[in-house]
């Protein structure tokens, strides 16, 4: 059974940073792409960044240069580290399976999501 929890959401001032965490079960990450989806209010849901061990990385152009997707195989979780982060990042975001180039409709399994807040 895939399971996929989220944490590290929360409160952050313009400019700061966050590092959410991504515990997936039920499949391992070597044999599948996983990645990060948000989704602010009144906005549709978008794909942030994937990681692959096929394809590598993918971010979202407006997240580019700012946030870095990792993962560590052992523990089997992929983090997001947000930095210089802003108030148009704002969003609850979703951990999710698989990730193909960010998009949604291909997406199978989704956590419960964590929310983050970029407000001074």
């Known amino acids: 059974q895939v399971q996929l929890v989220e944490s590290g959401g929360g409160l952050v001032q313009p400019g700061g940073s966050l590092r959410l965490s991504c515990a997936a079960s039920?499949?391992?990450?070597?044999?599948?792409?996983i990645g990060w989806f948000r989704q602010a209010p009144g906005k549709e849901r978008e794909g942030v960044s994937c990681f692959s061990s096929t394809d590598g990385t993918y971010y979202t152009d407006s997240v580019k240069g700012r946030f870095t997707i990792s993962r560590d195989n052992a523990e089997n979780t992929v983090y997001l580290q947000m930095n210089s982060l802003k108030p148009d990042d704002t969003a609850v975001y979703y951990c999710?399976?698989?990730?193909?180039?960010?998009?949604?409709?291909?997406?199978?399994?989704w956590g419960q999501g964590t929310q983050v807040t970029v407000s001074s």
């Open positions: 039920g499949f391992s990450l070597d044999d599948y792409a």
């Open positions: 999710a399976m698989p990730c193909v180039q960010a998009i949604v409709d291909l997406v199978d399994y």
